[in-house]
């Protein structure tokens, strides 16, 4: 290494290599014969904290499991990533009821999963093994298909011993009760959020218990996770998200942030047109829809219907979409310091509250129509979505009636998402639709010449 920062690299390589060796990883063996070896990597990358500040030099050694054979190297594939809405809801129900956030992050999650199968892997350049040897792999690596699964079966058994259960709605969340102390730990792949009551012991005694399972860094109450700042005032009660610091990168990483702000992000009326080839370079206009749609799915319902309409005509970009491209870049210039707040006793902010829409026909290329909806709860918005629908539809009541199923769908997942979070009935769900004959059909489901044709999937409504 010859880079300025070689010293803190080799430091953090070495710390991987002792990780392996502690936990008992891999043993050393002759190369098999007849068997597949998966090659693997280092990766290395620079941890900043919301500031922008260096908080810590990572280096994982991940093994090339784009190698792996389904049914004879791994069998299931699956990580523990929790909902954003659900994260969000969390955050939601933490403001009403004044609970504390904490957060804790597990070193080398992956390497405390359990093999089953038989798995060989190449000694990444640094770890000094024998010429013709290999490692036989005990525990998951980063990289391997079924690393993911096996970390997350070993800690649903460590929550089983803590007495916490998993809910039904979002399997990476476990909670407990003792008499009226509600507790809950979030899981996103290695980064645990507990959430109880601010005078209560349960979150130290979960912590205590959790650093003698994993090697674990306590992070205090939560601040910072997935490039989302999280920041709280509890004497004015509330919680605030803001991704203005990712969006910032995005913008310099672009050369958008010197551009002119603008108050929308697109023009009413404005249809795209589909295109049988593109004119501009499609890998860069996919590259920038990509990093603006987190932003979309983390803090930022208003760009979602732009978001989503550039996304159908990825393949083929033309310059009309790349406009629209940059018109949505003038508004997120304009927009950088807006933040998704929840408050604490907002008037009808203790109940879940849902708005669904549908826009008749507006896609010029099929006619078909594009639905949204969103739900609100202490104030701020929780889940949202905006997306064309699958069919045509032959009336503008059809379409509402349409985006209120989707939008019921959500309802309903939502309602067992509390239900298993062990909250006040949030049922029934308020939900708002603005065409009375849509409305009337879900109160009485007739099926005259008008509405016979609607799908059968849609009349659970």
Known sequence: MARSNATEWDAACKDEICNFQQMGVYNIVLWPKGHKVVGSKWVLRIKHGPDGQVQKYKAHIVAQGFTQVEGLDYN?????????????????????????????????????????????????????????????????????????????????GTMAEMGYMRIEADHTVFIQRHGDVLSIIALYINDFKLVGPPDSDDVRKDKETLKKKYHMTDLGEISWILSIHVTRD????????????????????????????????????????????????????????????????????????????????????????????????????????????????????????GYVDADWGSDVNDRKSTLGYMFTLSGGTISWSSKKQSTVALSSTEAEYIAGAHAAKEAIWLGRLFAGLQQPSSFPIPLLIDNQSAIAITKNPEFHDRTKHIDIRYHFL
């Open 234 to 353: 509890r004497e004015e009660g509330w919680i605030a998200l803001s991704q203005q610091k990712y969006l910032e990168e995005v913008l310099e990483r672009f050369d958008k942030a010197n551009i002119r702000p603008i108050s929308t992000p697109s023009l009413p009326n404005h249809h795209l047109v589909c295109l049988p080839s593109p004119e501009v370079d499609a890998k860069h206009f996919q590259r920038v829809l990509g990093a603006l749609m987190y932003l979309m799915l983390g803090t930022c319902p208003d760009i979602a219907y732009t978001v989503a309409a550039l996304g159908r005509h990825a393949a083929n970009p033309g310059i009309e979409h790349q406009h629209a491209l940059n018109r949505l870049f003038r508004y997120l210039c304009g927009s950088s310091d807006y933040k998704l707040v929840y408050r604490h006793r907002v008037p009808g902010g203790d109940t879940i509250l």
């Open 76 to 156: 299931q594939t699956f990580a523990p990533v929790v909902k954003l809405s659900t994260f969000r809801a969390i955050l939601a129900i933490a403001v009403q009821q004044n609970l504390t956030i904490h957060q804790m992050d597990v070193k080398v999650a992956y390497l405390n999963g359990k093999l089953k199968e038989e798995i060989y892997m190449e000694a990444p350049p640094g770890l000094e093994i024998p010429e013709g040897m290999v490692l036989r792999l005990n525990q998951a690596v980063y990289g391997t298909k079924q690393g993911g699964c096996v970390w997350y079966k070993d800690i649903c």
